[in-house]
């Protein structure tokens, strides 16, 4: 029998097509086509110069194998061949604690309370006059080409720069220019939808999730951004739409589109930190097709065990159009008994269109199980266990 070789790949789904690791290699042994970033086993020596350099982590992938796959193969992968080893994904420590108190700038205490069992946040650390600037990583398409939703992945790389944060936060984006009356953008915000210690554990980064607005000043703004621009960015911002650090705790997330970031986020982190815990997280996504779902490939990975996934497609052919207030109700039976136990939090984020039809199918859903949805949701806000992030 042939001996097995461990074969370096690049996982086509987490990969950002940057090409740090490229640039990184000395052997030349990284090439990529307009699909995929790959690696030539026949020359690869296992020099590891490109595995620091990635800021996500996709390049750190190995495989044993009788005979390694070649280029063209790899070419052709939409995700990478089963029992792929991954160097295991440590926990890297939280950022060290520090008094909120001490770099907010009136700190007043959320209308909302987050989560009792939530980290301290700190916000406005960097304020519109006083914006820190920050370098571009990468920036990935995520949807499909030509679908309607043009949604884009973008790693910004914050070494060096003090900006701690938590999963729910978001970044406010300070625009180059000035506007018709010179004076400066408004500044927009977006959703870190990376976990508290990095999109690559330790590597100090964090990721958008940019939806382009046709005219949009911002979002096209972000959505051209190429790998070494520099951009500013305020924040930290949030301190309510927090993640709990409670094991007991069980998390009903509800999106569309973007508003996935902020439970992408939520997901890596229980995947880092408490990947024993099960059943905690149970995600109700809503897009037009899977193509147009930003991030369908990994989360439809993540064990169900950890994230039970529902999906709803409202543009596929050949299948009823399904919104993600119609799958709630659908599913109603894995989330129903829930509904009233005290360790139970729901999120809502998305479009604003969506907060009405949800809330009227979470409202069904309480009544099913002889619950008063007001006086539920009511007091689910007022112990921080309710949250909507809607845009
Ligand atoms: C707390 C918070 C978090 C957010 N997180 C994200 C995020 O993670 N990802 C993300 O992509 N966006 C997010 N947004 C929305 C983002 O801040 C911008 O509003 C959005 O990107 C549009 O900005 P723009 O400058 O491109 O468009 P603008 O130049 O401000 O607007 C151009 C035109 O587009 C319309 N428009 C604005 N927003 C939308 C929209 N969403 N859909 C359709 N038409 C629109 C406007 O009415 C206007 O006519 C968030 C907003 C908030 C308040």
Known sequence: MNALVKQHLIDPEICIRCHACEEACPKDAISHNSDNVVVDAGICDGDMSCIGPCPTGAIDNWLMVAAPHPLETQFEWMELPEAVTHSPVEAQPDPPARDATSTTKKRRPPKIPAPASASEPVINLHTPSRPVEVEVQGNYRLTGEGTEADIHHIILSLEGVDYPVLEGQHVGIALPGKDANGRSHAQRRYTISSP??????????????????????CSNYLC?????????ITGPYGASFLMPNDPAARLIMICTGTGAAPFRAFTMRHQRVMPEVTGALHLFFGARSPDQLPYFGPLAKVPDSLLTKHFAFSRVEGAPKQYVQDKLREDADSIAPMFGQPTTHIYVCGLKAMEKDVEAALAEIAASTGQDWDKLRDEMTNSGRYHIETY
């Open 196 to 217: 508290r210690d990095g999109e690559r554990p330790g590597k100090g980064n964090i990721s958008l999730t940019v939806r382009r607005i046709p005219g949009g000043l």
């Open 224 to 232: 051209d951004l190429k790998r070494g621009d520099k951009i500013e």
